[in-house]
């Protein structure tokens, strides 16, 4: 007797599509094809396409960044992953400063652990070096959290020195860790953004100006060049925004290194412009959104398959903290950095990717799901839909017309940046270890019924 049976189903993997039904037991799929036994539960998904459940390799909830601490907790930040087919979270493990690798790994357990809807997995920020940290390194990896992510930028609070940078890259690398890199250049970003203030120019769109195209290409190129001193590296970009930053990184992989980049759905879908509304505070996010030629080349290297991932930088804030708890909008140096994106994820990419010719279901799937399962030492546990693989899955209405507005999300505030945009094509059930845990909006998972993943090292 088979717990569930998905019936009638179009499955889109990176390798191609096939028709059929999927078995689950125990949270695992069990049987692909014709099946006629029994089970506990159908779900027929007749005429809608169905994919391994989404994996966003990046989100920062419950994250205490530039004076505030993120909207979404565990609870309602994974509410909102699965209620976009979103079955895995691979979130930020942020320590404060002083504090050690372990303690901060543990805190994000403790705190995740009892909320969480969907499953996830563990990145690990470094913000300083000590021996302490150098020595933690390997045993953090021990408890799964094999990538990292390393700051060029937020001088003061996040950002690592190029020293710095070079020895963590070379620990990390050592023991089969991933290094993510947030890529620009927070010298000359302090720089300007004093030399705006100074004028006075504090509106949202400053903050754009004070991070130009150029800080993340020359840190892209100074983090490049850097790492090919080390041997054995995987590399990876978050939140690349530019088409040079992904030219770099293509360039070093043609020399035959791992270097990989993810973008985000904002770089793709919006543009500059969105900082000059009357509600521009709440785009600012960095790397800053871009231009429309930006934009378009985004999606040429999508398509062409430079950019290995696409990841939500899940980072919620609600109006009043964008704006400080102020009446009026504060300096654009002052607005928490960060946009809400993991439930968006799925319809947008669909959408403006698929549905409009610029990729293909194989590539929309990679990006989406089984790129960063291999990236991130989840696969093929997760993003692949192959016998013995958990049964995650995210079941697509491609017909479905949706006007997006927060009243159709489930995150802990009460606006989108994709307010009023028109697609077609929405997540209608979400299926998570076997478990139906969306249908049509409505989520029935319990608190804590997620469940931590330990990411493998390429070791
Ligand atoms: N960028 C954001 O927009 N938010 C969180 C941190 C970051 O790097
Ligand atoms: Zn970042
Ligand atoms: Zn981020």
Redesign the pocket.
Known sequence: MLDLVIKNAKVFTPSGYFEGDIGVKDGKIVKIGDIQEQSDKTLNVQGKYVVPGLIDGHTHMEFPFMGEVTADDFYYGTSAAVGGGVTTIVDFVTPSRGQDLLSAYQKWRETADPKVISDYGLHMIIREVNPTIMEQIPEVINRGVMSF?L?MAYKGELMVTDGELFKLIREISSHGGVVGI?AENGEVINELVQEYIREGKVDPIYHYYSRPDEVEIEAANRVASIASLIKGVTMYQ??TSTGEAVDVMSLYRSKGMNYFNETTPHYLILTLEALKKPDGFKYIM?PPLRSDDQRTKLWQKLAAGDIATVGS?HCVYSVSQKKRHKEEVPSFHEIPNGVPGTETILPLLFYFGVKKGKISMERFVEVISTNPAKLFGLYPRKGAVVPGADADFAVIDPERKVKISPDVLHSNIDYTIYDGIEVEGWNVATVRRGEVVMEEGQITAKNGSGVYVPGKSLK
């Open positions: 992510k700051y947030h978050v939140h960095s930088d």
